[in-house]
Nanobody, 117 residues
Framework: QMQLVESGGGLVQAGGSLRLSCAAS????????MGWFRQASGKEREFVTD???????SYADSVKGRFTISRDNTKNTVYLQMNSLKPEDTGVYYC???????????WGQGTQVTVSA
């Protein structure tokens, strides 16, 4: 079992920055691919970025060059640094965990990010 708790969301003006954190329970955090997804009101949840249990990252085209994912396996935490935020980045951001790159099987409760124009 793994529990995920996101934090760091909030209201920011366009062009601003936020840093999200996702703290995970469990002793095998380093074996999980960790991902960030987001869901805007009235839309489906979409992939934002992930970081593998092996050294690799991937990003949605819409956030490349603006968002950076990182992880600290000593703290069981994954981070999402979001710069140059745009109103279209608004949504609930969810952290997910996938064991060794398999399907995402654990999710956090989400944290709201609102970017005003």
């Amino acid at each position: 079992q793994m529990q995920l708790v996101e934090s760091g969301g909030g209201l920011v003006q366009a062009g601003g920055s936020l840093r999200l954190s996702c703290a995970a329970s469990g002793r095998t955090f380093s074996l999980y691919t960790m991902g960030w997804f987001r869901q805007a009101s009235g839309k489906e949840r979409e992939f934002v970025t992930d970081i593998g249990w092996v050294p690799r990252t991937s990003y949605a085209d819409s956030v490349k060059g603006r968002f950076t994912i990182s992880r600290d396996n000593t703290k069981n935490t994954v981070y999402l640094q979001m710069n140059s935020l745009k109103p279209e980045d608004t949504g609930v951001y969810y952290c997910g965990a996938a064991f060794r790159g398999g399907p995402y099987s654990y999710w956090g409760q989400g944290t709201q990010v609102t970017v005003s124009a």
